[in-house]
C-alpha cells in the first residue's frame, strides 16, 4: 500500500469509518488525493482527501453543490456519506459508457439543468471552490460585471497568474472585459455545474449520466459547454453538442465564444498547476486581438 492510500485509510478510521479495511488509488482528479475504500461487508465507497485542505468547508461546499444539482436539476450524482474538513466519503457511481447514446442522454440532461434552473441574479449564497483555489460567487445583478470581476479579473491576483501574464497581457484581459457586452449575447443565469469536463461526466447504477466534482453558481450556462467543448471530450461526445444546441435553441455562432468563456478556466489552471498544459499560450492566443498595437 502506498503512503497516499494509506493516509486515506488512516483518515477514514479517524472518523469513525472503521470497517474500511483497503482503499486502492483512483486516478483522474487533480486537485485532490482519491482512492476506492473497500469495507468489510465487500461493497466500495469513494474518498478524497487534500494533503492540505484549502478551507474547513471545501467538502460541505462540494457536498452542497452535488445535491444542488440533484434537487434542483434532477441530475444524477452519488450520495454524500461522509463530509468534513478533511474528507469526503461518496457512493460509487460507474465509468460511463464510450458511446454516442450516452452523450446523447447527457446533452437532455445538461440541457434540462440549464433550462430549468434560471435565477434574477448571478453568483452563489457562498463562495466555494475550484480546485484548490476559491471561486468567487458574490451576488450580481449583472451577468457581465460578474464574469469579468469574478470568473476572470479575480485570477490577476493569483502569483501563478502574475508570473505567467505580462502586464501587456493584463492589460489585454481588462480591455475585453470592458468590451464582454458586445463579444458576447445577454443571457439568463441559471444552475451550473462550474467544472464540467469529461472525466467529471460519469454514470449512475442505471447507466444514465451523473456528475462529480461540480463547483456550482447561477451563471451563464455557456460557461459549461464551452469546458466541455475546449477540453479534448471524447469523439463519441461529438453527437452532444448539436444536440444540446438543438434543445436550448442556441444560435449558430456559439463556438466562436467558446475561448473567451474558458478563459475562467484556462486562468484557474495557471493559478493552480506547474505545468499548466499550455493553458498560458491559450489566454495569450485569445487576448491576441484585445492588444493595442504600437
Same mark, same amino acid.
Given at each position: 500500500?502506498?503512503?497516499t492510500?494509506?493516509? *486515506?485509510?488512516? !483518515? &477514514?478510521?479517524?472518523a469513525?469509518?472503521?470497517?474500511i479495511?483497503?482503499?486502492?488509488? #483512483?486516478?483522474g482528479? @487533480?486537485a485532490?488525493?482519491?482512492g476506492?475504500a473497500?469495507?468489510?461487508?465487500?461493497?466500495s465507497v469513494f474518498v478524497k482527501?487534500?494533503?492540505e485542505p484549502?478551507s474547513?468547508?471545501?467538502?460541505?461546499?462540494?457536498?452542497?453543490?452535488?445535491?444542488?444539482?440533484?434537487?434542483?436539476?434532477g441530475?444524477?450524482t452519488?450520495?454524500?456519506?461522509f463530509?468534513?474538513r478533511?474528507?469526503?466519503?461518496?457512493?460509487?457511481?460507474?465509468?460511463r459508457?464510450?458511446?454516442?447514446d450516452?452523450w446523447?442522454?447527457f446533452a437532455?440532461?445538461?440541457a434540462?439543468?440549464?433550462?430549468?434552473?434560471?435565477h434574477p441574479?448571478f453568483g452563489?449564497h457562498r463562495d466555494?471552490? *475550484?480546485?484548490r !483555489? &476559491?471561486?468567487?460567487?458574490?451576488w450580481?445583478d449583472?451577468?457581465f460585471e460578474?464574469? #469579468?470581476r469574478?470568473? @476572470?479579473?479575480?485570477w490577476?491576483?493569483e502569483?501563478r497568474?502574475?508570473?505567467?501574464?505580462?502586464?501587456?497581457d493584463?492589460?489585454?484581459l481588462e480591455?475585453?472585459c470592458?468590451?464582454?457586452?458586445?463579444l458576447l449575447?445577454?443571457r439568463?443565469a441559471?444552475?451550473?455545474?462550474g467544472?464540467?469536463?469529461?472525466?467529471?461526466?460519469m454514470?449512475?447504477?442505471d447507466g444514465?449520466?451523473?456528475?462529480?466534482d461540480?463547483a456550482v453558481s447561477?451563471?451563464?450556462?455557456e460557461v459549461d459547454?464551452a469546458?466541455?467543448?475546449?477540453?479534448?471530450?471524447?469523439?463519441e461526445a461529438?453527437?452532444?453538442?448539436?444536440?444540446?444546441?438543438e434543445?436550448?435553441?442556441l444560435?449558430p455562432?456559439? !463556438?466562436d465564444?467558446?475561448?473567451i468563456?474558458?478563459l475562467?478556466q484556462?486562468?484557474a489552471?495557471?493559478?493552480?498547476?506547474?505545468?499548466d498544459?499550455?493553458?498560458?499560450?491559450?489566454v495569450r492566443?485569445?487576448l491576441?486581438?484585445f492588444?493595442?498595437?504600437p
Amino acid at each position: 500500500m502506498t503512503g497516499t492510500t494509506t493516509g *486515506l485509510l488512516g !483518515r &477514514l478510521h479517524a472518523a469513525g469509518l472503521t470497517d474500511i479495511d483497503a482503499v486502492e488509488p #483512483a486516478a483522474g482528479g @487533480l486537485a485532490a488525493t482519491a482512492g476506492l475504500a473497500r469495507r468489510a461487508d465487500g461493497t466500495s465507497v469513494f474518498v478524497k482527501a487534500f494533503d492540505e485542505p484549502p478551507s474547513d468547508g471545501v467538502f460541505a461546499a462540494e457536498a452542497e453543490g452535488l445535491a444542488a444539482l440533484r434537487d434542483a436539476g434532477g441530475v444524477t450524482t452519488p450520495e454524500v456519506l461522509f463530509a468534513d474538513r478533511d474528507l469526503l466519503v461518496l457512493s460509487v457511481l460507474r465509468p460511463r459508457p464510450g458511446t454516442a447514446d450516452f452523450w446523447e442522454q447527457f446533452a437532455h440532461v445538461l440541457a434540462r439543468l440549464h433550462t430549468s434552473t434560471r435565477h434574477p441574479r448571478f453568483g452563489w449564497h457562498r463562495d466555494n471552490w *475550484l480546485g484548490r !483555489r &476559491l471561486q468567487v460567487n458574490t451576488w450580481e445583478d449583472d451577468g457581465f460585471e460578474f464574469f #469579468a470581476r469574478h470568473r @476572470l479579473l479575480r485570477w490577476l491576483g493569483e502569483p501563478r497568474v502574475r508570473a505567467a501574464l505580462g502586464a501587456a497581457d493584463r492589460a489585454a484581459l481588462e480591455r475585453l472585459c470592458d468590451r464582454l457586452p458586445e463579444l458576447l449575447p445577454a443571457r439568463p443565469a441559471c444552475l451550473t455545474h462550474g467544472d464540467l469536463w469529461a472525466m467529471n461526466v460519469m454514470a449512475g447504477a442505471d447507466g444514465r449520466p451523473a456528475l462529480i466534482d461540480p463547483a456550482v453558481s447561477y451563471t451563464w450556462a455557456e460557461v459549461d459547454l464551452a469546458h466541455l467543448w475546449t477540453t479534448a471530450p471524447p469523439p463519441e461526445a461529438q453527437v452532444f453538442f448539436g444536440l444540446y444546441a438543438e434543445l436550448t435553441g442556441l444560435d449558430p455562432q456559439w !463556438r466562436d465564444r467558446m475561448p473567451i468563456l474558458q478563459l475562467r478556466q484556462h486562468l484557474a489552471v495557471i493559478a493552480q498547476f506547474d505545468p499548466d498544459w499550455g493553458a498560458a499560450d491559450l489566454v495569450r492566443a485569445t487576448l491576441a486581438p484585445f492588444r493595442r498595437r504600437p
